[in-house]
């Protein structure tokens, strides 16, 4: 018997950073998966094979002694087979749709489409449950993290993410879709965290200010999203840019893919934690091939993206 769940990945379309520090952001997740396949063996170890590579270990093995990226998922084997007693041994396979370290939630997905997969050997579960470990694993590579990521991987669609935990689904229809450019800088959001504490913590009052008035961006980005003014929403993006850039975690690559962006959709900005990783554009019908097309002409990989509304999927393979 094979569990196979799949999570799809994300943007972040306002309040990185600033929502580890509570507050709210919001996020969208996107038609781009990565697909998690687990079943039991009898070999005492836990096996994993992905794109980020593979291990092989006890499944006793401390976690500490586990490659980094890796070890959400040996986490979420270790505990979800000390927990069913018994069985000896677990292979787990990860394919992706798009690559990881780019600010697409490739980390998150993977925990989330983890904990669906391997649970699922055992029991059903919740997506709450599911949630629930997969923020643990991920919190075993970055400490930090403010949960939202792996929320939006979950539940899929558009959300409003709190930094309590709370997660507001935003039933209406935006009719923009999203550019997505890689800048093919990879990044590590654990350090990019870090440094936006560093910055935080040197320039406290300009941070809470810059927190205060991105609060204040979300409340009318929300509304614009919900009256569809997509012109609105743009210039919301591209403010919310500047934040980001006054926190530091812009650079001369990604700032020169943004003025190509800024041209001709309604607003852009990067996505996640920056410093490398992707920029997003907001767009619709009559400018997203222009802005596809002068993205390409300048170099830069980009593609477009539709939001998902399924989230985390799961099904059994008895064959
Ligand atoms: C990373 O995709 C988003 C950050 O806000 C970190 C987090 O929320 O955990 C930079």
Known sequence: MKSIASAPGKVILFGEHFIVYGGK??????????????????????????????????????????????????????????ESGGQSGITINVTAEFPSGIGLGS?????????????????????????????????????????????????????????????????????????????????????????VKKYKDENPAIFSLLRTQEERLIDDAISAMQSNDLALVGRKMSQNQKYLDQIGVSNSTLDAMLNVAYQRSYGAKITGAGDGGCIIAIVDDSNQQAVIRDLLEKGYDCFAARMDLRGVQHQIDNT
Do not use: W
């Not at 079943?39 to 005492?44: F, K, N, P, R």
């Not at 980020?52 to 980094?68: F, H, N, T, V, Y």
């Not at 450019?181 to 959001?189: E, I, N, Q, Y």
């Open 107 to 195: 980390s998150s997905a993977c925990c989330v489409a983890a904990a669906s997969s391997i649970v699922g050997l055992f029991s059903k579960c919740t997506k709450e449950q599911i949630l629930e470990l997969a923020i643990e694993a991920e919190r075993t590579i970055f400490e930090n993290t403010s949960g939202a990521d792996c929320s939006v991987c979950t539940y899929g669609g558009l959300i409003e993410y709190h930094r309590d935990g709370q997660i507001v689904r935003l039933d209406f229809e935006p009719r923009f879709s999203l550019v997505i450019a890689d800048s093919k800088m990879p990044h590590s959001t654990s350090q990019v965290v870090a440094r």
């Open 25 to 82: 952001a919001v996020l969208c997740s996107i038609d781009k998966r990565i697909t998690v396949e687990s079943a039991l063996t009898d070999s005492g170890k836990i096996e994993v094979r992905s794109s980020l590579g593979s291990i092989s270990c006890a499944k006793d093995m401390p976690l500490s002694e586990i490659e980094s990226t890796l070890r959400p998922i040996v986490y979420i084997a270790q505990k979800i087979l000390s």
